[in-house]
């Protein structure tokens, strides 16, 4: 699936071969070298501070201590454990691949099955963000599960950004609608002929509207949007994807409450930066 990015699955550790990958290895595969650090990444602490939250022999934490200083990870002051500057980068890094395994690995099955080609690199390095995101896929029965779940929560909606590369008058419709019941703001990134298609459609005035009352900011790329849908709110965030042969898929959806504003923002403004605002 993420095989061109070797920052998002790793089927086994010791298949992390990269320099880049070299010190996060080496904190993974020592248990108390990483709750040392991860300790310190919340603060300073002495010896018996570490030990509390360890729990391990005292010339186990010891050793421990002494590879991470040996690595310029870690410093002692006065018996007082804090990271050092490039211990902090490390520990973040570590971080965010814990993150990103468990994100690409519990929702396995929804990569698997989308296309994921046409998404630049830098955007899937933030594929951590949606680790606590649920999958909502319809069903015989309830055919627009996907899409009214999408609905329902752009429904309580007021700061949108969304990344749109399809004409889905569903969507568009209760995009602008929330924009207007609550008195919104929308950021659009989108492309020139799906920014043709709502002009000339039935939602061109309330369109128009929202852009003349400076409530609608347009970003359109010279090609193609990329294939994904994604949509950043102040209520939630979620991601819709391709299959293999382009046609969109409106039958799942993930979804997730728990908001990191700053790397949705990230995110968002890294797409932006290759579109011009109209």
Known sequence: MLSDVETMKFSNINNMDSKFFNPIKYLLTSSIRLEIMLTLNESKKNFKEIKKIVNKQDTNILRALKELENEDWIINHQKIYSLT???????????????????VNTMDNYWDNH??????????????????????????????????????????????????????KFYIEGILDSIQKNNGKLELITSNEILNAIKE??????????????????WIGESETHKLFLTFTD???????????????????????????????EIFNEYKNEYKEI
């Open 235 to 265: 209520k939630f965030s979620s991601i819709q994807l391709f299959y293999f042969d382009q046609t969109f898929d409106d039958s799942n959806i993930l979804i997730t409450k728990d908001i990191d504003k700053n790397r949705f923002n």
């Open 85 to 103: 500057s490039i211990g902090f980068l490390t520990i973040q890094n570590t971080i965010n691949v814990i993150n990103t395994w468990y994100a």
């Open 115 to 168: 296309n994921l080609n046409g998404i630049p690199l830098n955007i899937l390095r933030y594929v951590d963000v949606w680790r606590h995101a649920k999958l909502i896929s319809s069903t015989i029965i309830e055919y627009n599960k996907a899409v009214n779940c999408y609905l329902n929560n752009i429904s309580k909606s007021k700061e949108i950004k969304v990344i749109l590369p399809i004409f889905s």
């Open 201 to 218: 459609s039935d939602l061109k005035e309330q369109f128009t509207q929202l852009k003349d009352q400076k409530k609608l900011r347009i």
